[in-house]
């Protein structure tokens, strides 16, 4: 008999563009999960309304970023796509968990307290409860494993609280849900002008976007920061010029990387070169994801199909899920 694959459940928000660092920090390991998990993979479309984007753009949005992860290399076949507001079961095991959330531990929680500092104007109750909405989306599958960022990580450990709250008083239902990545370390993509790392909405100029035309992508890299240079021979790299070989080092050829490597280290590197090496590089990369995703967004129906399709095999488990703690809880009356 063939042993159940392990659940993984991640979410996607649906605001912004997505980026290198998206990819090689997400994207890339959802696509070797999928091989070897039961994944649900879905856009955050409620989490975003926390922020109050513009009704008009939100379709387009959730589409897009559903284009972008499997023009990327996520396949319908064998991952459940989906929208989070396809499944009201979500909502419903949201309302359940907020009985077991409580306000002192909302308020601690730091992407909270940061959100409340930026926008002091929209301090919703979403924003506050977002944890317990987070942990309904990963319950509601019964997933034992969640591929989370560090910025995550609290969050997680709150879903794991949930399911122990919620196992200790009605009876056991929920598993407790670990981070898990391919490898011990994700892949942090840093911002092209050596500060922070690569965002959706700031500083676009210094982020790589997988919807970037060839043209743009030349011209970020080579505006790139840089220095005059090493010092000496095997001379420490600043983080900036570490930056770039670490780009290189994920979309260059081995030698090409050790051509830089070496020119380097003997002092003979020439940033000029190396900028316009990467950026070629770059484009070869990033052009087919780019235009396999145009394409996708030329057909919605095929990507409402594949968020139908997604939903369902989301919604056959989710509602087991629910049927099950509803009857732990006693709201099962007839």
């Excluded at 990369?285 to 129906?301: M, S, T, V």
Aim: one cysteine or more; a neutral charge.
């Amino acid at each position: 008999m063939a042993t159940e694959k392990e659940i993984v459940v991640s979410g996607i928000r649906s605001t912004g563009f997505l980026h290198l660092g998206n990819y090689f920090g997400a994207i890339r390991n959802y696509i070797r999960m999928q091989e070897d998990f039961n994944c649900y993979f879905f856009v955050a479309d409620w989490h975003s309304l926390t922020t109050h984007p513009d009704p008009k753009d939100l379709r387009g949005n959730v589409l897009r970023v559903l284009a972008e992860n499997i023009a990327s290399g996520l396949d319908p076949e064998k991952v459940a796509l989906y929208a989070q507001s396809d499944i009201p079961e979500i909502a419903e095991l949201y309302l359940l968990l907020n009985m077991l959330a409580y306000k002192g531990e909302l308020e601690k929680v730091p992407t909270f307290k940061d959100k409340v500092r930026l926008s002091p104007q929209n301090v919703n109750a979403g924003l506050l409860t977002y944890p317990v909405l987070m942990s309904a989306d990963i319950m509601i599958q019964r997933a034992v494993k969640v591929p989370v960022g560090k910025d995550q990580e609290q969050h997680l450990e709150m879903t794991r609280n949930y399911a122990q709250r919620f196992n200790n008083r009605y009876g056991y239902l929920f598993p407790e849900p670990v981070a898990f990545n391919f490898g011990d370390n994700l892949v942090r993509i840093p911002s092209l002008d050596g500060s922070g790392k690569m965002s959706k909405s700031e500083n676009e100029m210094a982020t790589l976007y997988l919807a970037d035309e060839d043209d743009m992508i030349r011209k970020k890299i080579m505006k790139a920061k840089t220095d005059s240079g090493p010092a000496a021979p095997d001379a420490p790299r600043p983080e900036s010029i570490v930056n770039l070989f670490q780009l290189m080092s994920l979309v260059s050829a081995p030698d090409t990387l050790q051509f830089f490597e070496t020119a380097y280290d003997n002092q003979s590197i020439r940033y000029g070169d190396m900028k316009k090496q990467l950026a070629e590089d770059m484009v070869n990369f990033i052009a087919p994801i780019r235009n396999k995703a145009r394409d996708l967004q030329q057909n919605p129906g095929y990507l409402n199909r594949i968020m139908r399709d997604g939903a369902a095999k989301a919604r056959e488990n989710a509602a087991q899920t629910l049927q099950q703690a509803r009857k732990l809880i006693g709201i099962n009356y007839y």
